[in-house]
């Protein structure tokens, strides 16, 4: 049965996307598309969710997020993140890898929502052009999504922070919040199977401006993996 739920939510999501690209296009030439869009349609993905497979989501900390511009540093163990933040947050932007940007139509609605795409494997003129973009969402108010770690992981999996998430910390002189999260047990990596159960989001205390970049990777990566970990076991 959870199989067969998996595989309706799939098809659903593939299609409600689809069709969200294709007839909401004209909204992206309106100047507050940032607004409407990607929330409506994270909020959609999340109700599915919810119906087809039983998968709720529980937030702890909001009262943490600054009331001025500020990065969010998430832990990545699934998609579901990617889809659930978009209503989470207040009008996110996300740094994420180019080739989700390259999907016509749906890379229009990306470029028109501030979207911040990025090469992987480019150089300093890739961190260049990834700050510019991020001053410009920074001074609109909005927060900045990045994932650390660069790609998703499994649950108990611990790879090297990527060294992007400093240097927005030090070009764009702005707070980072830690954000820990378990999604990883119910909805995996690369997983087709999801299961149900309740995703817990811990929104940590912000990480103040000025700190030297050693002190700044390894309290960021400390405090989202131990609280992450934490979570572990409180698969419900």
């Known amino acids: 049965m959870i199989l067969l739920r998996s595989f309706l939510f799939n098809i659903v999501l593939w299609i409600m996307t ?31 969710l919810k119906v087809f497979i039983g998968i709720h989501y529980r937030i702890d900390g909001l009262e943490n997020l600054p009331k001025v511009p500020f990065i969010i540093a ?7 993140e990617t889809i659930a933040f978009n209503h989470i947050f207040p009008k996110p932007s996300f740094v994420l890898k180019k080739e989700l940007a390259s999907l016509f139509p749906i890379s229009l609605h990306m470029k028109q929502a501030q979207m911040i795409p990025l ?3 480019g150089g300093k003129d890739t961190l260049r052009s ?3 973009k991020a001053k410009v969402v920074m ?30 910390y030090k070009y764009l002189n702005v707070p980072v919040v830690p954000v820990a999260l378990n999604s990883g047990l119910y909805w995996k990596r690369r997983g087709f199977v999801k ?26 990566e400390q405090v ?7 979570l572990i076991p409180e698969k419900s």
């Open 18 to 48: 689809i069709l969200f690209a294709i007839f909401l296009l004209p909204f992206t030439f309106l100047p507050h598309h940032i607004m409407f869009i990607p929330k409506v349609w994270s909020k959609t993905a999340s109700w599915f």
């Open 74 to 80: 998430s832990k990545h163990q699934s998609a579901w």
């Open 119 to 121: 090469d992987r494997k």
């Open 130 to 132: 990834m700050v510019e």
């Open 139 to 168: 001074e609109s108010g909005r927060p900045l999504v990045i994932f650390p770690e660069g790609t998703r992981t499994a649950i108990g999996e611990k790879i090297p922070y990527k060294r992007g998430i400093y240097t927005l």
């Open 195 to 220: 299961y149900p159960g309740i995703i817990r989001v811990k929104i940590l205390s912000p990480i103040p401006v000025g700190l030297a970049q050693d002190v700044f990777m390894k309290t960021l």
């Open 224 to 230: 989202i993996e131990t609280e992450s970990d934490k």
